[in-house]
């Protein structure tokens, strides 16, 4: 499975933003996938998660109610809808697919910068 994830760029502080991930491969749809971040000077850290068939999520206290992931397996691609954005929510994110453990994933997409103005 290869990952592409886009739809970063700069917004001011209260604004929106819409990743997407593209997946190649027919496999995206039985993998659990997530979203991660890594911000300059900082370890990359979790940001939501969604099980293969769409039941399940989970997201970082820090994005709760303002983040909404969601994925369309028909298009093999993976959204990560962000509202209310923060300066602090300001890093390169990441799509991974097919879940081995906690914050382990199998396939990872290159990143996708997302700037957050105050």
């Known amino acids: 499975v290869q990952l592409q994830a886009s739809g970063g760029g700069l917004v001011q502080a209260g604004g929106s933003l819409r990743l997407s991930c593209a997946a190649s491969?027919?496999?995206?749809?039985?993998?659990?996938m997530g979203w991660f971040r890594q911000a300059p000077g900082s370890e990359r850290e979790f940001v939501a998660r969604?099980?293969?068939?769409?039941?399940?999520?989970a997201y970082a206290d820090s994005v709760k109610g303002r983040f909404t992931i969601s994925r369309d397996n028909a298009k093999n691609t993976g959204y990560l809808q962000m509202n209310s954005l923060k300066p602090e929510d300001t890093a390169v994110y990441f799509c991974?697919?097919?879940?081995?453990?906690?914050?382990?994933?199998?396939?990872w997409g290159q990143g996708t910068l997302v700037t957050v103005s105050s």
């Open positions: 991974a697919a097919q879940q081995l453990g906690p914050n382990h994933y199998g396939y």
């Open positions: 491969g027919r496999t995206f749809s039985s993998y659990t």
């Open positions: 969604m099980s293969w068939g769409g039941a399940n999520t």
